[in-house]
């Protein structure tokens, strides 16, 4: 799930995907074109949790969005077992939107609040699967035994339900034409803590017992490092970090990535360092050249804003591991916190 280009295909992968929106009043000559998502690459393997993490406008949504065809990509390419998915046949592309499901933090709008949830978990096999009568009572069964609720449930209502029980039958809907891939957007963020942890837990389960892989997009860094195998960190849209969830959590690279971890820390009561984040990325344009970091940098004002910084975009690299020097992450910044110690003539030679 980094950028590695030796790495075997994946399940799911965006190669160079970039999202634009065009926004302002459709009546002036000129409207401001946004852009989301911009060249974003990544790779969702079988059996295996990608995090994607990053501030509210940040692009996580809009990639998953891209990911599950809700939303065309402006450029690049999105691949399901290495095929471009505008290729697919329509036999191959109905079993591309069967095989990527979603999970959504507003549970509410997943389900019909006027049909039970037996109805809501058929409906899907009624439409998309050879299952009749009998056989889809069944199979309906067997999601709810599978997300632990009892089979009577589905004789409910949503408004019946409390809502960690609400979350589990949207899980169950999730997985009623058995997935390969499912996107998880802040599915626990509006749950209670005690709820959560069995949520999580659940969602461990499931991964072991059918083998499914998982897009995480989730605020709570606790929960991504605790589902996750690898993280990629979004910031406007760009890719910034990427790397397995142990490295990235314990020694990040990014600057930005630095300060997300120190301000999760500094919520629980653990802060190690001071890694100012000031400023909202949303109010904080990126300057035309350079790093789009800059204007919120902590390490670029510590380094004296070096020259690189302001005239030389940053590419995702990879980079060694610290402490080991294995190459297994990437960043893109010119003077990753994790790489050995920057001198002050060094940093003037950039």
């Known amino acids: 799930m980094t950028v590695d280009e030796s790495a075997e295909s994946g399940l799911v992968e965006l190669d160079c995907v970039t999202r634009r929106y065009a926004v302002g009043s459709r009546f002036r000559r000129r409207r401001e074109v946004v852009t989301a998502v911009d060249s974003v690459s990544i790779t969702l393997r079988r059996g295996q949790t990608l995090g994607l ?23 690049g390419r999105v691949l399901f077992d290495s095929e471009d998915i505008n290729a697919l046949r329509r036999r191959e592309y109905k079993r591309y939107r069967q095989s990527v499901q979603a999970v959504f933090q507003d549970v509410g709008g997943a389900l019909d609040p006027r049909r039970t949830i037996a109805h809501a ?57 058995s997935p390969a891939l499912v996107v998880l957007d802040e599915p626990v963020a509006s749950l209670d803590v005690s709820i959560r942890a069995q949520i999580i837990n659940l969602l461990r389960e499931l ?30 849209g760009r890719l910034v970090e990427t790397g397995a969830t142990e490295v990235v959590m314990s020694s990040p690279a990014h600057p930005y990535t630095a300060a997300l971890l120190d301000i999760a820390n500094s919520a629980a009561g653990t802060q190690r360092e001071d890694f100012t984040l000031e400023g909202d990325p949303a109010e904080s344009a990126p300057p035309s050249i350079g790093c789009p970091f800059l204007p919120r940098c902590w390490r670029a004002d510590r380094l004296g804003s070096p020259a690189a910084c302001r ?28 790489a050995h110690s920057v001198e002050q003539s060094e940093v003037k030679s950039r």
């Open 121 to 177: 978990l058929a409906e899907p096999l009624r439409i998309h699967s050879r299952l009749r009568g009998p056989a889809v009572a069944d199979r309906v069964r067997e999601l709810l035994e599978q997300v632990h609720l009892r089979p009577e449930i589905g004789d409910r209502y949503p408004h019946e339900l409390s809502g960690g029980m609400r979350q589990r039958a949207v899980i169950a809907q999730a997985l009623a034409l």
């Open 311 to 338: 005239e030389v975009t940053p590419r995702l690299e990879i980079i060694p591991d610290a402490p080991t020097g294995t190459m297994g992450r990437a960043v893109a910044c010119h003077f990753p916190v994790a």
């Open 207 to 236: 991964q072991a017992d059918l083998g499914l892989a998982y897009l995480l997009i989730s605020h709570d860094l606790a929960t991504v490092a605790y589902l996750a195998d690898d993280i990629a960190v979004l910031y406007l």
């Open 53 to 75: 993490v990053g501030e509210s406008g940040s692009g996580k949504t809009t990639t998953a969005r891209i990911i599950l065809d809700l939303v065309k990509p402006s450029a």
